[in-house]
T-cell receptor, first 112, second 115 residues
Framework: KQEVTQIPAALSVPEGENLVLNCSFT??????LQWFRQDPGKGLTSLLL?????REQTSGRLNASLDKSSGRSTLYIAASQPGDSATYLC???????????FGQGTTLQVKP | NAGVTQTPKFQVLKTGQSMTLQCAQD?????MSWYRQDPGMGLRLIHY???????DQGEVPNGYNVSRSTTEDFPLRLLSAAPSQTSVYFC??????????????FGPGTRLTVL
């Protein structure tokens, strides 16, 4: 059974820092891994999706990597801004069925 | 495109009442699913569908029913509401094929309180 873990649960950094959010999964037979952002009281916004055949994806200041052999994905945020403050969730799709297994999320606070 | 829409945004029920949470998407996505989000538990899959007429159970299906008569709509029915069903409910959809493979799009959520 796939399990997804995100550590730390919360992170506070000063504005301008580069930071890495971690996601680990137990079953390396994943179809893809998706990173989401969730603002308080809001829905989930897709940030990046990495297919199982890919090693990384980039969008603006965000870069996500995937290492299936070690069961890890990281989300790198460059030059963090207060507007990046949110909860970041990773989710694994193990079978191309639209069924996601989510981590608990990392709540990020970027201080001005 | 409106994307994934959910109604209502907020709902308060009494124990034992029934109701239907609506979900619709206008992206012609084959896959649709329902999740609930609870503090400390994260998001958990309730039911999902890979196409019209096809549904299956997720991790926490008890107390919920679904049907998928059209590609666009995937309503979630609470048969007899219980306080344990107090949660935020999210609907999601994705394509079965084509790049990017299976990127999930989420609706804004329905916040349900059962008294």
């Amino acid at each position: 059974k796939q399990e997804v873990t995100q550590i730390p649960a919360a992170l506070s950094v000063p504005e301008g820092e580069n930071l890495v959010l971690n996601c680990s999964f137990t079953d390396s037979a994943i179809y893809n891994l998706q990173w989401f952002r969730q603002d308080p009281g809001k829905g989930l916004t897709s940030l990046l999706l990495i297919q199982s055949s890919q090693r990384e994806q980039t969008s603006g200041r965000l870069n996500a990597s995937l290492d299936k052999s070690s069961g890890r994905s990281t989300l790198y945020i460059a030059a963090s801004q207060p507007g990046d403050s949110a909860t970041y969730l990773c989710a694994a799709d193990s079978g191309n069925t639209g069924k996601l297994i989510f981590g608990q999320g990392t709540t990020l606070q970027v201080k001005p | 495109n409106a994307g994934v829409t959910q109604t209502p945004k907020f709902q308060v029920l009494k124990t034992g009442q029934s109701m239907t949470l609506q979900c619709a998407q206008d992206m012609n996505h084959e896959y649709m699913s329902w999740y609930r989000q609870d503090p400390g538990m994260g998001l958990r899959l309730i039911h999902y569908s890979v196409g019209a007429g096809i549904t299956d159970q997720g991790e926490v299906p008890n107390g919920y029913n679904v049907s998928r008569s059209t590609t666009e709509d995937f309503p979630l029915r609470l048969l007899s509401a219980a306080p344990s069903q107090t949660s935020v409910y999210f609907c999601a959809s994705s394509r079965r094929s084509g790049r990017p493979y299976n990127e999930q799009f989420f609706g804004p959520g329905t916040r349900l309180t059962v008294l």
